[in-house]
């Protein structure tokens, strides 16, 4: 099974940095194109797609709310991704999944960056961003 574990949130102030990382095991998707990413919660809000890139083809998205200010990164051999988070506003407080879809084709890397898109996730690390 699927596990990913998420970590690197906390309070900071607005303008400032942060990065997220998360470590993932357990898949056998290798020689497959699949997706991960990083999406977001606020209270009282849908869980949205903020970063996703895929493995095994050049597809990156990012959500207008963070371009220009959040990178995603991954280390296949380490089986990890990160998400760097820079100029943080008060509006980027949420609750932060890593996530990772089934191998998929015919679709392009921000249809997957939904939340069906999605098949794994983890458990959320919270950042709040304060004035």
């Known amino acids: 099974d699927v596990q990913l574990q998420a970590f690197g949130g906390g309070l900071v102030q607005a303008g400032g940095s942060l990065r997220l990382s998360c470590a993932a095991s357990g898949y056998p998707f290798d020689g497959f194109v699949y997706a991960i990413g990083w999406f977001r919660q606020a209270p009282g809000g849908e869980r949205e797609g903020v970063s996703c890139?895929?493995?095994?083809?050049?597809?990156?998205f990012y959500d207008d709310s963070v371009k220009g200010r959040f990178s995603i990164s991954s280390d296949h051999v380490k089986n990890t991704m990160h998400l760097q988070m820079n100029s943080l506003k008060p509006e980027d407080t949420a609750v932060y999944y890593c996530?990772?879809?089934?191998?998929?084709?015919?679709?392009?890397?921000?249809?997957?960056?939904?939340?069906?898109?999605?098949?794994?996730w983890g458990k959320g690390t919270l950042v709040t961003v304060f004035q």
């Open positions: 890139m895929n493995m095994g083809a050049p597809e990156t």
């Open positions: 996530a990772m879809s089934r191998p998929y084709q015919g679709t392009t890397i921000a249809t997957m960056c939904r939340y069906s898109g999605i098949d794994y």
